[in-house]
């Protein structure tokens, strides 16, 4: 089939573009390559991908709305898989129109795109970040997700609902992924394991915000990957017994799903420190900060739906992930 990935440099979007290629399919990648972190890695990822001949790139932003339309009409992609979003919780506290622009506009160029070229069926990034305030763990698909404590939360949230008035109005398929802390070599450099190992290996000081009194669903990209390249294929169909009255945020009389997609198993920020500093073979200089606005102090998903539809159960250990990343992050940067 032909899939469309958008953020195809990223570090989740390059990694699912292997495993399609891999499978055969055709990949049309697209990424506007914006300096919110090095470029170079951006492109370093997209090196992994241009030498197979079913693969092609286009620089595009998801706000240009006729380049987006123009890409759609041409390319006519049975799956898109839409992956591009400005990341970033403590970002948005500093930065907040670029979520409008890349989060809300963006969401709706590629909304817009699927109703009009039949597309298949829409699998887009949310996160865990929609669970804001809430404390009952693990979180679950089937809770209110009414309180975002930031900006990047709340587009996420408003792509959930703005996929969902797409699927009622118009038919158009979608699954929401909550991402859950995503880990791994090819890693986002504004990310913990990356600012932490680079920090230690360079003798600097880590800042652990809350004392360290946090907890992270953290996932290895593997499992992330498998998750959406099999979720892809399980086009979501409506339930013809919801209603407003009894039915779960989960899923609709429309054909709209979301899943969260983690590990199901929370780690202590301080287990994670010290997975870090075991890899590297070096104590971390630790400087204990307060919390941070925005941040929530523990993540944990409930995969049930996400196995139910898929069979796949999250099998790499943060241990395990941890050394893979350090290895990565040495031979990619030669130390």
Known sequence: MKYLITGAAGFIGHSTAENLLAKGHTVVG?????????????????????????????????ADREGMAELFAKEQFDIVIHLAAQAGVRYSIENPFAYADSNLIGHLAVLEGCRHNKVKHLV????????????????????????????????????????????????VPTSGLRFFTVYGPWGRPDMALFKFTKAILNGEPIDIYNNGNMARDFTYIDDIVE?????????????????????????????????????????????FVTAIEKAIGV???????????????????????????????PQVSVEHGVQQFVDWYRAYYKI
């Open 30 to 62: 697209i990424d506007n390559l914006n300096d919110y972190y090095e470029v170079s890695l951006k492109e370093s990822r997209l090196a992994l991908l241009t030498p197979n001949e079913n693969f092609s790139f286009v620089k595009l932003d998801l």
């Open 124 to 171: 887009y990034a949310s996160s865990s970040s929609v669970y804001g305030l809430n404390t009952k763990m693990p979180f679950a698909t089937t809770d209110s997700v009414d309180h975002p404590v930031s900006l990047y939360a709340a587009t996420k949230k408003a792509n959930e609902l703005m996929s969902h008035t797409y699927s009622h109005l118009y038919q």
């Open 227 to 271: 998750g959406i390249v099999r979720v892809a294929d399980v086009i979501p169909e409506p339930n013809s017994d919801w209603n407003p009255e009894q039915g779960s945020p989960k899923d609709s009389s429309a054909p709209y799903r979301t899943y969260n997609i983690g590990n199901g198993s929370p780690v202590k920020l301080m287990d």
């Open 283 to 313: 104590e971390a200089i630790k400087n204990f900060m307060p919390m941070q606005p925005g941040d929530v102090h523990q993540t944990w998903a409930d995969t049930q739906s996400l196995e139910e539809v898929t069979g796949h159960k």
